[in-house]
């Protein structure tokens, strides 16, 4: 059965490149991501990880943890750290999950048997500090994530888990956001005391709250 918004992430212990992760602990209160990789030694997923390496200070700034995780085994993904951090010129220094027997693999539902019976699509798992699942991005293995992409969601996820606010197509990190339709028009000023414009009954805009 997929996994849904809204339902705690499956916990699990296993083996990493870090050490062994016990999932719910290793998160503890902060946010998460879990992205898995279809092999090791390929070359999307080699720029992929170098990426994450690349960006992992701005994941650390947004409180989160990043894991990798494919159905390498523990010696596969440490030989090809050793190439991942050659050729991308970065260090790896965050957990890249060996799941050779596919027991988180198949927790996560990352195997989609129309594409492939044994290597992984490319999904993102958000988990929140609740340990509830926020967000899933699935990806073909042919086309390699944009983790910008992944860095702007993180930012309305955790903007919108604490304002009463949602934000609009393309939106970015200090833009203007949309206000729930929650809010009663009375309630506006008090709420959002940066101010506030109602374009529409529906449609109400306030600066960006935090
Ligand atoms: C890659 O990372 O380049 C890749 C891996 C599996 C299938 C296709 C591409």
Redesign the pocket.
């Given at each position: 059965m997929a996994l849904r918004i809204g339902e705690i992430a499956p916990d699990f212990k296993a083996e990493s490149t870090q050490g062994i992760v016990s999932f719910h602990r290793y998160v503890q209160n902060h946010w998460a991501i879990l992205f898995s990789?279809?092999?090791d030694f390929?070359?999307?997923?080699?720029s992929?990880l170098g990426m994450v390496a690349k960006l992992q200070v701005e994941f650390e700034k947004r409180n989160t943890k990043v894991l990798g995780i494919s159905a390498g085994t523990l010696e596969s993904h440490k030989r090809w750290i050793v190439d991942i951090e050659e050729t991308q010129e970065t260090t790896v220094n965050f957990p890249v999950i060996a799941d050779p027997h596919k027991k988180v693999i198949h927790l996560y539902d990352m195997i989609h048997p129309f594409f492939s019976h044994t290597?992984t699509i490319r999904s993102v798992f958000i988990i929140g500090p609740d340990k509830k699942i926020k967000s899933i991005l699935i990806y073909p293995?042919?086309t390699?994530r944009n983790f910008h992409e992944i860095l702007r969601m993180l930012d309305s996820l955790r903007l919108t888990s604490v304002y009463e606010v949602a934000t609009p197509a393309n939106w970015e990190y200090g833009q203007d956001c949309l206000v729930l339709s929650g809010v009663k028009d009375e309630e506006l000023a008090t709420t959002f005391p940066k101010g506030f414009k109602i374009l529409k009954p529906y449609l109400r805009t306030t600066p960006q709250p935090n």
């Open positions: 990789h279809p092999s390929t070359p999307v997923c080699t992929e290597e293995a042919n390699g």
